[in-house]
Structures are given as C-alpha cells and as structure tokens.
C-alpha cells in the first residue's frame, strides 16, 4: 500500500530536541521533493521545510537555524531534526510526498513543547 508514516513526535520541553522521521512505502517517491507541514490549532496547515530530491533545502523563516530536513533515498525515509524547539513549535507535523503526479500525506505526528 502506497503511503507515508510519520513517527518520533511527542512531549519536549523549551530548549529540546526531537526528531521526526517518515517512512514513504511505494516507489517513485525518492525522484520528487518531499516536505515537512505542521498545524496547530485553529490555525492553516503551513510549510516547515522541503528538500527536493537531490537533497536541496529551503526552510520557513520561523524554523531556519533551529531545523534541519534530510532524507535518505535508499531507505524511502525523510527526517526533521528540530533543536531549540519552542512552544510555539507545537502542533501535528505533517509529511508530504509526490509520486507520479499525485501528492501523499502522512497521518501526523503530534508534537507540544510545554514545560
């Protein structure tokens, strides 16, 4: 079954670090970008950070420094490494992925950072 799966959200204090993890199931998915989208809430579904397929970055201003999106073609995995994180920083993360045309999202991961 084509499909991503999030994994490595949780409960972090100010200041912490978690790392998110995304597995993508099927093929095609390392030829195309894939991103990481967060939304709390009462709020949109924004865009935390991308990488296109041969591993460029871009980031949302509010997380640059403090994030870092990888992948790993071979595995079919995507990665967010978040430091500093800051309550504001709470809410369900998302992963995106595109295979042949059509765009995939996972089922979310939550993550809050509360003292």
């Known amino acids: 079954q084509v499909q991503l799966v999030e994994s490595g959200g949780g409960l972090v204090q100010p200041g912490g670090s978690l790392r998110l993890s995304c597995t993508a199931f099927g093929s095609g998915f390392v030829d195309e970008a894939m991103g990481w989208y967060r939304q709390a809430p009462g709020k949109e579904r924004d865009v935390v950070a991308t990488?296109?397929?041969?591993?460029?970055?871009m980031y949302a201003d509010s997380v640059k420094g403090r994030f870092t999106i990888s992948r790993d073609n071979a595995k079919n995995m995507l990665y967010l490494q978040m430091n500093s994180l800051k309550p504001e920083d709470t809410a369900v993360y998302y992963c995106?992925?595109?295979?042949?045309?059509?765009?995939?999202w996972g089922q979310g991961t939550q993550v809050t950072v509360s003292s």
């Open positions: 990488i296109s397929y041969d591993s460029r970055p």
């Open positions: 995106k992925g595109r295979r042949y045309s059509q765009d995939y």
